[in-house]
Every structure is written in C-alpha cells, then in structure tokens.
T-cell receptor, first 118, second 112 residues
C-alpha cells in the first residue's frame, strides 16, 4: 500500500505558539490530502480537504485562520495550528488519496501527530 | 444526514473465538464502504473497500461483507495481535470532494 508520513509524531508547546505539522506521500503523488482530528476514544473528524495548488476546503466549524493548510507540492501538505491553546490539544492525522482502477480511490493515512498545548 | 454506526463499541474475545463487527450506514448514494484498523496512538491502516451489495473481501483472518444497509467484518479464530480499533467509513460523492464519513469504531480485545 501507499506510505504516508507525518512529522513530528509528538509535539508539546506553550499556549500562544504556532505549530507546523507536515504530511508527506512517500512513494506516490497526491493531488488531494485530508486533515483529520481525533479525540481520545472518538472517531476521526474531518477538518479540511487540501488540494495541491489551491486553497483548502474547510469543514463547517473549523476556523481557517487558526488551522492554516498549505499544499504546495504533490507530495507535501502542511497544517499550521496558529496561536495554539490547550483546547487544540489532540491527535492530528493526515491522509492522501490514491487513485485506482475505474475511478476508485482509497485514502491512506499517516501515523498521526500528538499535539499537547500547555 | 449521512450516518455511520458501528456496534458493539467494545468487544472482548478469547483467542480462537470467532465473531463479527457491524457497521450500519444511512447515506444517500454509497460510493464505497471502507474498513480500517487503528492501533493506539497510530493512524488508521487500510484493510478493505467494498463497493456493491453482496461483495466480499478477505485478508488473513478477516472477511468483510456488504449489504444494502450494513457491512460486517468477520474475524475467524482471532489472535491477540488482532486487538485494535476497527473503523468503518462510508464514501459519498459530494461534488469532487469524495469524503469519508467514519463510524465511532469497535475496540476489539483478544485475550490469550
């Protein structure tokens, strides 16, 4: 299967600082990547859809000025949590879309980034 | 509103005790039902995609099936290493987005 990496895997920061998370497709090009957020013992919540070369599409309730997404190349999307606060502490996971035969597609996920804001 | 519901929330099995996980969905225009496995502190790992009612797919001790209203993930003679949270997700075409709607998962524990 396709491999997606995320960096860093864990980050601890002080309230008010900004944190950048990178998502890379290692062995394929991804025109579309997705960013999810997951709280303990809960399922994945889609935050935004990131398309290479264009603005991200944010889900309802997600602040685009707080969660900045940049998809500058076919293998890299970044999520920047600006002026992070303790309530932003969560597990952030990205995925990349891989196209198969007959217009089928599958999302392959990265290993996730655990953000803790003190 | 598109909805995906998984049951049970948690399941404890003895090693070798076969069982099934359920994923029921109410979506308008299903374009794929996905199963993922997620280990604690890690991202979901892709298992299967099912596209039409009656379709079945197998991988080692796992078999996924699909009907018009639900999908089952059958686990035959599970081993402790099968312990994980199993997520299902429905894909509904919404323009070009083709997003996934996830269920809340079934946490499976297989005891030795």
């Amino acid at each position: 299967g396709a491999v997606v990496s995320q960096h860093p895997s864990r980050v601890i920061c002080k309230s008010g600082t900004s944190v950048k998370i990178e998502c890379r497709s290692l062995d394929f090009q991804a025109t579309t990547m997705f960013w999810y957020r997951q709280f303990p013992k809960q399922s994945l919540m889609l935050m935004a859809t990131s398309n290479e070369g264009s603005k991200a599409t944010y889900e309802q309730g997600v602040e685009k000025d707080k969660f900045l997404i940049n998809h500058a190349s076919l293998t890299l999307s970044t999520l920047t949590v600006t002026s992070a606060h303790p309530e932003d502490s969560s597990f952030y996971i990205c995925s990349a879309r891989v196209w198969g035969r007959a217009s089928t597609d599958t999302q392959y996920f990265g290993p996730g980034t655990r953000l803790t804001v003190l | 509103e598109d909805q995906v519901t998984q049951s049970p929330e948690a399941l404890r099995l003895q090693e070798g005790e076969s069982s099934s996980l359920n994923c029921s969905y109410t979506v308008s225009g299903l374009r794929g039902l996905f199963w993922y496995r997620q280990d604690p502190g890690k991202g979901p790992e892709f298992l299967f995609t099912l596209y039409s009612a009656g379709e079945e797919k197998e991988k080692e001790r796992l078999k996924a099936t699909l009907t018009k209203k639900e999908s089952f993930l059958h686990i035959t003679a599970p081993k402790p290493e099968d312990s994980a949270t199993y997520l299902c997700a429905a894909r509904v075409d919404s323009g070009s987005a083709r997003q996934l709607t996830f269920g809340s998962g079934t946490q499976l524990t297989v005891l030795p």
